[in-house]
């Protein structure tokens, strides 16, 4: 297969390409225990390599950019709170 494919690395190199091209993917854990026959989720970490590209789009995906408030939603809560406070 890898002649015919004109790659030249070993097979385990396939198989770890393969696992952390899943892990990146988003492939439930599950599913790809199941797919690599792994028993064990420390197997499976061992053989996932998630790519520095992909952890940076992960962490830019929180996206700190705060909300706009919506005021209607804002008039709402502040309508409850200042109905249900008491002041002594």
């Given at each position: 297969?890898?002649?015919?494919?004109k790659v030249?690395?070993?097979w385990h190199d396939l198989r770890h390409t393969v696992c952390t091209k899943m892990?990146?993917?988003?492939v439930p854990?599950?599913?790809m225990l199941a797919i690599?026959?792994?028993?064990?989720?420390a197997m499976l970490e061992r053989y996932?390599?998630?790519?520095?590209?992909?952890?940076?789009e992960a962490v830019e995906a929180l996206n700190f950019t705060p909300?706009?408030?919506?005021?209607?939603?804002?008039?709402?809560v502040s309508a409850k709170v200042s109905t249900s406070a008491t002041l002594n």
């Amino acid at each position: 297969m890898r002649k015919k494919a004109k790659v030249e690395c070993r097979w385990h190199d396939l198989r770890h390409t393969v696992c952390t091209k899943m892990a990146e993917a988003g492939v439930p854990e599950s599913t790809m225990l199941a797919i690599m026959g792994h028993m064990s989720r420390a197997m499976l970490e061992r053989y996932s390599h998630i790519r520095m590209h992909a952890k940076r789009e992960a962490v830019e995906a929180l996206n700190f950019t705060p909300a706009k408030p919506n005021l209607n939603e804002a008039a709402k809560v502040s309508a409850k709170v200042s109905t249900s406070a008491t002041l002594n």
